[in-house]
């Protein structure tokens, strides 16, 4: 496979960078609507080629080699801005992490972060995670099909408003499940790509809607805050409780509107992500039984009432999580603009030009992973991978700051309902699509729930060993 270094100048392009495809319009089109075959096509053209991106956002130079990703994302964080920030600024609201860039954006992951890595935390948040699973998995009728990815987008929603919210109360977390989706529906894509659309005109229209819907849950979360701010110091781990005791280095307190824009970035940077792999998880074990019966054999070395944090020891689980991920990572590609020129490779890539590196591609390099399409765990035990080889969380210093987090949430879910029961797919066939900024399977993945789940007898097999989580 070309390195940047040997890339091809193929098609004209913006002048001083590598070639690419000619026709920006369907390498936009293709990007918006089959990104993956898209990425499938691209590799022709060799690790640091161009496209031009949808809507103006201007070329961008395409690298998915581990070197080009090592000097993207270990590049200090002063070389860049956001990538399509007003895109962005539908999304995401201004303070929040994913937002800020240079130091400002060091100091608030400095601030977040004892919410992400304490082990106690994350044990903290497993029991939920657990119990969520259980308790909405068994409201789905035995024998009755059900969609898998949105079966695990109400577990995942749930577990966002019981850990990171910190709300416990199940009228409270009614009103707010309801007010988080009245701003999901009301954010259309032409608001998000069309910013010249964002006008009230008088109170009516898709904009109005959007600020009706987003005022009425600020609204809601300033008076969770204002609440929990009131109450005397405690022992809670839920996000909230943690961001509110947090301080700056210089002793300062994080104001409401930060809380509130990072809880809002916590829940919309995380929960589809790990929902589309939690339901991509199901779809593979149940495409290849043999993969399935050997996770069976593994969760059966803990005891079924065995605490839910366990399951992150457990290695296949690991790998089958990992596998997941590489074959169709749910975040498909990552975004820098540069400030100042970057050396990637050999080449010099001029400022103004947008980076990327698309997982995706790099996931299929066969030198890396011979056979990249087909599904097979036992890879992860074969060979180590270097953050820069497999990075289903990015890598540097905007890596996932939800990535253990979310790799428990994956772990403790798929193991709690494959331990109470067995489910068969309703189809065989399923393919990956655009599904908002990220990708995912385009049916969902459609199962039933055949059965309660007989407990296999302890098995002896050697395991993976875990990577990069
Ligand atoms: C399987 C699930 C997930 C995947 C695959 C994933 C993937 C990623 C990736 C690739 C990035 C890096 C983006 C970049 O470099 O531009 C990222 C950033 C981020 N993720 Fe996740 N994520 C997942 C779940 C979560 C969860 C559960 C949370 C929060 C609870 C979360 C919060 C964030 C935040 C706040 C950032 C921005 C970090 C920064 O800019 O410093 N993610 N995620």
Same mark, same amino acid.
């Given at each position: 496979?070309?390195?940047?270094?040997?890339?091809?100048?193929?098609?004209?392009?913006?002048?001083?960078?590598p070639g690419g495809p000619s026709s920006a319009f369907w390498t936009s089109?293709?990007?918006?609507?089959?990104?993956?075959?898209?990425?499938? &096509?691209?590799?022709?053209?060799?690790?640091?080629?161009?496209?031009?991106?949808?809507?103006?956002?201007?070329?961008?130079?395409? %690298?998915?080699?581990?070197?080009?990703? /090592?000097?993207?994302?270990?590049?200090?964080?002063?070389?860049?801005?956001?990538?399509?920030? &007003?895109?962005?600024?539908?999304?995401?609201?201004?303070?929040?992490?994913?937002?800020?860039?240079?130091?400002?954006?060091?100091?608030?992951?400095?601030?977040?972060?004892?919410?992400?890595?304490?082990?106690?935390?994350?044990?903290?948040?497993?029991?939920?995670?657990?119990?969520? %699973?259980?308790?909405?998995?068994?409201?789905?009728?035995?024998? /009755?099909?059900?969609?898998?990815?949105?079966?695990?987008?109400?577990?995942?929603?749930?577990?966002?408003?019981?850990?990171?919210?910190?709300?416990?109360?199940?009228?409270?977390? &009614?009103?707010?499940?309801?007010?988080?989706?009245?701003?999901?529906?009301?954010?259309?894509?032409?608001?998000?790509?069309? =910013? %010249?659309?964002?006008?009230?005109?008088?109170?009516?229209?898709?904009?109005?809607?959007?600020?009706?819907?987003?005022?009425?849950?600020?609204?809601?979360?300033?008076?969770?805050?204002?609440?929990?701010?009131?109450?005397?110091?405690?022992?809670?781990?839920?996000?909230?409780?943690?961001?509110?005791?947090?301080?700056?280095?210089?002793?300062?307190?994080?104001?409401?509107?930060?809380?509130?824009?990072?809880?809002?970035?916590?829940?919309?940077?995380?929960?589809?992500?790990?929902?589309?792999?939690?339901?991509?998880?199901?779809?593979?074990?149940?495409?290849?039984?043999?993969?399935?019966?050997?996770?069976?054999?593994?969760?059966?070395?803990?005891?079924?009432?065995?605490?839910?944090?366990?399951?992150?020891?457990?290695?296949?689980?690991?790998?089958?999580?990992?596998?997941?991920?590489?074959?169709?990572?749910?975040?498909?590609?990552?975004?820098?603009?540069?400030?100042?020129?970057?050396?990637?490779?050999?080449?010099?890539? =001029?400022?103004?030009?947008?980076?990327?590196?698309?997982?995706?591609?790099?996931?299929?390099?066969? &030198?890396?992973?011979?056979?990249?399409?087909?599904?097979?765990?036992?890879?992860?035990?074969?060979?180590?991978?270097?953050?820069?080889?497999?990075?289903?969380?990015?890598?540097?210093?905007?890596?996932?700051?939800?990535?253990?987090?979310?790799?428990?949430?994956?772990?403790?879910?798929?193991?709690?309902?494959?331990?109470?029961?067995?489910?068969?797919?309703?189809?065989?066939?399923?393919?990956?699509?655009?599904?908002?900024?990220?990708?995912?399977?385009?049916?969902?993945?459609?199962?039933?729930?055949?059965?309660?789940?007989?407990?296999?007898?302890?098995?002896?097999?050697?395991?993976?060993? %875990?990577?990069?989580?």
């Amino acid at each position: 496979m070309p390195e940047i270094n040997e890339m091809k100048s193929t098609q004209s392009s913006s002048e001083g960078l590598p070639g690419g495809p000619s026709s920006a319009f369907w390498t936009s089109i293709r990007y918006a609507t089959d990104p993956v075959s898209l990425y499938r &096509d691209l590799t022709k053209y060799g690790d640091g080629h161009t496209v031009t991106m949808p809507l103006q956002m201007g070329p961008v130079v395409v %690298a998915y080699s581990p070197q080009a990703a /090592k000097d993207i994302l270990t590049a200090d964080m002063s070389t860049f801005d956001l990538y399509g920030p &007003d895109a962005l600024a539908m999304v995401f609201r201004p303070r929040s992490l994913v937002m800020l860039t240079g130091e400002a954006h060091a100091k608030e992951r400095k601030l977040l972060m004892p919410a992400f890595s304490r082990r106690a935390v994350l044990a903290a948040y497993a029991a939920t995670m657990k119990e969520t %699973a259980i308790q909405y998995a068994s409201e789905q009728a035995i024998g /009755k099909p059900f969609v898998m990815q949105k079966l695990a987008q109400r577990i995942m929603l749930q577990v966002v408003i019981r850990d990171v919210f910190g709300v416990t109360d199940s009228a409270e977390q &009614d009103e707010l499940r309801l007010r988080i989706r009245e701003l999901f529906e009301a954010s259309s894509p032409a608001l998000i790509f069309f =910013p %010249a659309l964002r006008r009230p005109f008088g109170g009516f229209g898709p904009y109005a809607n959007w600020q009706r819907a987003d005022a009425t849950l600020t609204k809601l979360i300033h008076g969770l805050i204002a609440r929990r701010r009131a109450e005397p110091p405690g022992t809670k781990l839920d996000v909230l409780s943690l961001l509110l005791s947090a301080r700056y280095d210089d002793g300062t307190v994080p104001s409401d509107e930060v809380v509130h824009d990072e809880l809002m970035a916590l829940f919309l940077a995380g929960h589809a992500a790990t929902a589309t792999t939690i339901s991509w998880v199901f779809y593979w074990l149940h495409r290849y039984p043999e993969t399935l019966t050997r996770l069976r054999q593994e969760l059966a070395t803990l005891p079924l009432d065995a605490e839910p944090e366990r399951y992150t020891e457990l290695s296949y689980l690991d790998a089958v999580c990992n596998e997941t991920m590489r074959i169709y990572p749910p975040v498909a590609d990552l975004y820098r603009k540069l400030k100042v020129p970057l050396r990637i490779g050999t080449r010099t890539i =001029p400022a103004g030009t947008g980076v990327s590196v698309f997982t995706t591609m790099l996931h299929a390099r066969e &030198d890396l992973f011979p056979e990249p399409m087909k599904f097979r765990p036992e890879r992860f035990a074969e060979r180590s991978y270097t953050p820069f080889e497999f990075m289903p969380y990015g890598a540097g210093a905007r890596r996932c700051i939800g990535a253990s987090f979310a790799h428990q949430a994956l772990q403790i879910v798929v193991a709690s309902i494959l331990r109470h029961w067995e489910l068969g797919l309703e189809s065989t066939e399923e393919t990956a699509t655009r599904q908002g900024v990220g990708v995912g399977p385009k049916k969902g993945v459609p199962m039933r729930i055949l059965r309660a789940a007989t407990q296999e007898p302890a098995p002896v097999a050697a395991q993976p060993r %875990a990577v990069n989580s």
